[in-house]
């Protein structure tokens, strides 16, 4: 695993020549965000050794290098989902490269269905902690020291001092956000009627597919972590609507713009 950690870096190393801090996993809500990034470079991941294959027929992704505002970030434009039938090491692959690069802070996105009654659609909710409830573990099996320690601490998964900054970026304008937990499940159904009120009682707030490895890895490696989830769709007790992939990406697409107003300047600024 690490020759190929090494072997992925650097090639991209030797393709862009300078290196950020930063890293961003565009997920659904955040696809806009590319619009701001400023001398771009892309590198589609068919073109990356090592990364993982895309599943998906014309769906591959890219990493993008570039700026954002004054500071060098590196951001992935499409992720991988364990529903597509990667494991977990595939799917936090990239989060391991960005390491080896020099990523220091990794900022994530996502889309989430919401438990909390206060919730509504459309809500920006900047993920205070996680539960795991993925069936594999991204750090199950032997563990290399060069890349973390075995018993990896997790009592603050999420930056806090992030989180403080993202609230001051939010105030400023006037953006309502909501905090909370956020579930990780494996997907890709949807939550039953019971499933979204048990994920509620065991403290959850929200809950989606994805993120929760990247965040792992990441903590493993040592870097911090601010990741945020849009509510596309609600699991709250009474009002469980029916929910679809064209709803999320439709109600994605409507809170896109507070969302990449928080981002752009919490990663510009912080
Ligand atoms: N559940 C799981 N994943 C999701 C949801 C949901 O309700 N909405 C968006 N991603």
């Known amino acids: ?10 090639y991209l190393k030797s393709k862009v020549p300078v290196m950020p801090k930063t890293a961003i996993i565009l997920g659904t809500g955040l696809g806009e965000l590319v619009t701001h990034i400023t001398d771009k470079q892309e590198i589609p991941y068919n073109e990356i050794p090592n990364f993982p294959v895309s599943t998906v ?5 890219k990493l993008i290098f570039g700026k954002l505002g004054k500071k060098d970030i590196m951001a992935m434009q499409g992720r991988f989902h364990y529903y597509e039938g990667y ?4 799917v936090t692959f990239p989060v391991r490269v960005m390491k080896e690069l020099g990523i220091e802070t990794l900022f994530v996105s996502n889309a989430a269905g919401g438990m909390n009654p206060n919730f509504s659609v459309g809500d920006i909710m900047i993920i205070r902690d996680h539960i795991n409830l993925f069936p594999e573990h991204p750090l199950h099996g032997k563990n290399f ?8 601490d997790m009592s603050e998964a999420y930056s806090k001092k992030l989180i403080d900054k993202a609230l ?10 909501q905090q909370g937990v956020y579930v990780g499940t494996q997907g890709p ?3 039953t009627p019971a499933e979204y009120r048990y994920f509620h009682i065991i403290g959850g707030d929200a809950v989606g597919m994805s993120t929760v490895p990247e965040v792992i890895v990441a903590r493993h490696a040592g870097m911090d972590v601010f990741a945020v989830s849009v509510i596309t769709d609600l699991g709250v007790e009474g009002i469980v609507e029916k929910a679809s992939h064209e709803e999320v990406q439709k109600a994605a697409a409507e809170a896109q ?3 990449t107003l ?3 300047e919490l990663v510009e600024q912080f």
Do not use: C, W, Y
């Not at 695993?1 to 650097?10: F, H, L, P, Q, S």
């Not at 020291?145 to 990896?152: C, D, N, Y």
């Open 257 to 259: 713009p507070k969302m």
């Open 189 to 191: 159904t949807f939550e």
């Open 1 to 10: 695993m690490i020759e190929k950690i090494k072997e992925t870096a650097a």
């Open 262 to 264: 928080i981002m752009k």
């Open 145 to 152: 020291e060069e890349l973390g320690v075995r018993f990896p």
């Open 57 to 61: 027929e014309g769906h591959s992704g």
């Open 87 to 90: 494991d977990m090491k595939q």
């Open 168 to 177: 001051e970026v939010a105030a400023k304008n006037n953006i309502k956000v």
